[in-house]
């Protein structure tokens, strides 16, 4: 409906990866079933300490807490080294699900701050740094996309990415998978929820994503 009397404008900042893969393809169902509600969306870089100061309902990405605002949690994930089947076929197989020194060691491994390898590392008891060198993307979904373009290894969170292993585009290289620390929270600033387009999207956008 038009921005009269009973439209509310609500702003939300969201990552891009989490926009593009799980808010987006859900967004129909919420102009459904709020069509007083004008939603504007505004994408953010997943950095910690950042705040979209303009925004009235903010994703994070992290494990908090964050000064000055309310949080709900939102969403876990695990994640899973992936590649491209072209990748796999050129410097594979990687012997052992990808749990090992020796089968890490051959691959490229793309990195990006928000998920570090040392999360897969840890979980497979192997004795290696964090990487230093190779490809680097602040954005998940740009390094799942360098994963396809055949960059090398890439550590996917399974929800954020599921498109990219139906699509055939990425394939898993263990069965293991690994709870992220990283987790999705909706923030906002004390008081925002009285308005009732903001509680409304929380509690649909809780619903939707479980």
């Keep these: 409906g038009a921005a009269g009397a009973g439209a509310a404008r609500l702003r939300v900042a969201v990552t891009p990866t989490f926009s593009r893969q799980l ?27 950042v705040t979209a100061e303009e925004a009235d309902i903010e994703l994070r990405f992290g494990s908090g807490p964050f000064p000055g605002r309310e949080f709900v949690h939102l969403l876990a994930d695990d994640v899973c080294p992936v590649c491209s089947p072209e990748y796999l076929h050129e410097a594979g197989p990687f012997d052992g699900g990808f749990e090992s020194a020796a ?9 990006t701050p928000l998920e570090p390898w040392r999360t897969w ?3 497979c008891a192997v004795d290696l740094p964090e990487p230093e060198s190779g490809s680097q993307f ?3 979904g740009l390094a799942l996309d360098a994963a396809v373009a055949g960059f090398g290894v890439a550590l996917m ?3 954020l990415g599921q498109g990219w ?6 394939v898993r290289l263990s069965p293991r998978q ?3 620390p990283h987790d999705y929270f909706l923030c906002w600033k004390p008081g925002t929820l009285e308005r009732w ?7 649909w956008l809780r619903q939707a994503v479980t």
């Design 121 to 123: 590392f840890r979980a």
């Design 23 to 49: 808010l987006l393809p859900r967004l129909a169902l919420f102009r459904h079933a709020y069509p007083d509600i004008e939603l504007v969306l505004q994408v953010t870089i997943p950095v910690h300490n």
């Design 138 to 140: 602040n954005d998940l």
């Design 103 to 111: 089968a890490i060691g051959r691959a490229h491994l793309i990195r």
């Design 165 to 170: 292993l139906d699509s055939g585009r990425l």
């Design 197 to 203: 387009e903001c509680a409304a999207f929380v509690d």
């Design 157 to 159: 969170r399974i929800k």
């Design 178 to 180: 690994v709870r992220s």
